[in-house]
């Protein structure tokens, strides 16, 4: 009995060594139970934050895209608006000198009809002086009306020219602020025109009422 009493003994107190070193560790796991629920809490707080600072994130890109695509949008408008003017101003510049051309021309024939007019004064037969002068003179009416009418259009071709140098060249200000890299070659472009545009502006004459002639009466 006593044998026995001492294992009993024995094994009671094997088991009260096993339950402090077991209530040891689960003083420690639950130590560490507390431990990795703050790593935790904390872990969680932090992604929170990230994925909030994410989502801004996507938002100001999907913001700066639009931009962007606006912006690209409004450059090509500009590009396409400046090239319209471009064109125009080219046209315009070739009807400039196609009237200059023409005034010239009717310029010539006013003098050459002056020319007769004045050989008429010579001829020995006044009466039949006086039908070719009254005939002469009429030409010469109507040249001088035809001159006055392409020298007025020339004017208003030169007013609209003006008015397309002024467009281009604020179409050129907005889009140096779109474009600061590109911008130069097209403002070298429009200033070459603008330049173009001084030269035939300094060949045309700047009276406005024509060519006037003063035809010698006949007695």
Request: aromatic content about 4%.
């Amino acid at each position: 009995m006593r044998k026995e009493r001492d294992r009993f003994r024995l094994a009671v107190e094997d088991a009260h060594l096993e339950c402090r070193r077991l209530a040891a560790q689960v003083q420690e796991f639950q130590s560490h139970l507390r431990h990795t629920q703050s790593a935790l809490r904390d872990s969680k707080s932090m992604a929170d934050a990230a994925r909030h600072e994410l989502e801004r994130l996507r938002h100001w890109i999907d913001e700066a895209h639009a931009e962007s695509r606006r912006l690209s949008t409004e450059v090509q408008d500009y590009e396409q608006d400046l090239k319209e003017t471009r064109q125009t101003l080219e046209g315009a510049e070739r009807s400039c000198f196609e009237l200059k051309s023409e005034n010239e021309s009717k310029h010539a024939e006013i003098i050459e009809l002056k020319q007769k007019v004045d050989l008429l004064q010579n001829l020995g037969d006044a009466e039949a002086r006086r039908s070719r002068f009254n005939k002469l003179q009429h030409d010469v009416e109507e040249a001088r009306h035809e001159a006055q009418a392409a020298q007025r259009q020339l004017y208003a071709t030169l007013r609209e020219l003006e008015e397309e140098k002024a467009r281009t060249a604020r179409l050129d200000e907005q889009l140096s602020k779109l474009q600061p890299v590109e911008v130069p070659e097209e403002r070298k472009e429009s200033e070459e025109v603008e330049e173009e545009l001084d030269d035939a502006l300094a060949i045309c004459p700047e009276d406005g009422d024509g060519a006037s002639l003063s035809l010698p009466e006949l007695g």
